[in-house]
């Protein structure tokens, strides 16, 4: 065992994987497919809403205007299995399914925060920026 890989007490000290950093600009690399997830509207609106608290289906459907049940599903499911989201199911007459966010998913909320604040406050300047353009364009 490596120096520093036990506890005072002598017992195995158990680590994190570690990973070698991706490149996203690299054609294989897996990154490209998270940067998929995380640039998806419907992640970053479910991850904001579910960082309010946990939530059910259907709240989140009636919360998020414009996003089908199977597009929520289906994100809901690729959210679940990168971590992002916790799925709950009770046992009840009928099935009661919650979701919630993650410790991981947390952090993304707070990378992705600055940039939700960038798009609600700037979009005048990029609707102005479009205008001229159409205006040149035509």
């Known amino acids: 065992m490596q120096e520093g ?3 005072s007490s ?3 000290r158990e680590t994190a994987p570690t990973f070698e950093r991706g490149d996203v600009y690299a054609a294989e690399c897996p ?5 998929d997830r995380i640039a998806d509207k419907w992640t970053t609106l479910l991850l904001t809403t579910l960082d309010g608290g946990e939530m059910r289906f259907n709240a989140l459907k009636r919360r998020i205007e414009g ?5 929520l599903s289906q994100t809901l499911r690729q959210m679940e299995r990168d971590g ?3 799925r709950h199911v ?3 007459v009928p099935v009661s399914v919650t979701y919630e966010i993650t410790p991981l998913g947390r952090t993304l909320v707070a990378a992705l925060t600055p940039m939700i604040d960038w798009a609600e406050t700037r979009m005048g300047d990029v609707e102005a ?6 205006a040149r364009v035509v």
């Open 129 to 134: 920026a479009r205008r001229a353009y159409d």
């Open 90 to 92: 009770e046992a009840t």
């Open 31 to 35: 990154t490209r497919q998270l940067l």
């Open 10 to 12: 002598g017992h195995p």
């Open 84 to 86: 992002l989201v916790l």
């Open 5 to 7: 890989t036990e506890t």
């Open 67 to 71: 996003v089908s049940q199977k597009m």
